[in-house]
């Protein structure tokens, strides 16, 4: 199947610092491109959807201010959590999908700010 | 909009034991289906998926038939293995708006014990 490679795994931030993950879809262009937080108790909360060359669709809920979502090409999209806090400790998860074709996730990045 | 609904867990079963997850959906269009499964500390991959009415997806033993009368799609295995034990997700792929969107159930914690 197809590959969607996300960066970094893991990464521990201080409180207050941004953190950047990247999403790459490395064999094929997605048209669209999902980024879901996942909490403890497994549940995938979708963020926002993030179509290229267009501004991302936020669910509601979601601080598109703090939560950037750029996807600059049909092969990358990024999240960058601003300004982050404790609670934005989570599992981050994207997935990309090319036309009605099943999505492809990344491996998730485990985000813990201190 | 559109909606997934499968059964709450976890779900523990004895090894070689039958399995039968629930998932029924509401959708406006003519969606995909699909199952994805994830293993402790990994992401979500693609278990099996069909893409339209009576169509039945396999795969590892795993199977699940898009039923549109019922709008079910059950996920069953005649014989389950410890292997097994994950969280189950399923969700459909839909257009809204022109673009695509894929929705989640919450996920179903199987556990397969020796």
């Known amino acids: 199947g197809a590959v969607v490679s996300q960066h970094p795994s893991w990464v521990i931030c201080k409180s207050g610092t941004s953190v950047k993950i990247e999403c790459r879809s490395l064999?094929?262009?997605?048209?669209?491109m999902f980024w879901y937080r996942q909490f403890p108790k497994q549940s995938l909360m979708l963020m926002a959807t993030?179509?290229?060359?267009?501004?991302?669709?936020?669910e509601q809920g979601v601080e598109k201010d703090k939560f950037l979502i750029n996807h600059a090409s049909l092969t990358l999209s990024t999240l960058t959590v601003t300004s982050a806090h404790p609670e934005d400790s989570s599992f981050y998860i994207c997935?990309?999908?090319?036309?009605?074709?099943?999505?492809?996730f990344g491996q998730g990045t485990r985000l813990t700010v201190v | 909009g559109d909606s997934v609904t499968q059964m709450e867990g976890p779900v523990t079963l004895s090894e070689e034991a039958f399995l039968t997850i629930n998932c029924t959906y509401t959708?406006?269009?003519?969606?995909?289906l699909f199952w994805y499964v994830q293993y402790p500390g990994e992401g979500l991959q693609l278990l099996l998926k069909?893409?339209?009415?009576?169509d039945k997806g396999s795969n590892k033993g795993f199977e699940a038939t898009y039923r549109k009368e019922t709008t079910s799609f059950h996920l069953e295995k005649g014989s389950v293995q410890v292997s097994d034990s994950a969280v189950y997700f399923c969700?459909?792929?839909?257009?809204?708006?022109?673009?695509?969107?894929?929705?989640f159930g919450t996920g179903t914690k199987l556990q397969v014990i020796p």
């Open positions: 993030s179509n290229e060359g267009s501004k991302a669709t936020y």
């Open positions: 069909a893409t339209k009415a009576d």
């Open positions: 969700a459909l792929s839909d257009l809204s708006g022109g673009y695509q969107k894929v929705t």
């Open positions: 997935s990309a999908v090319q036309s009605l074709r099943e999505a492809f």
């Open positions: 959708a406006t269009g003519y969606p995909s």
């Open positions: 064999d094929f262009q997605a048209t669209t």
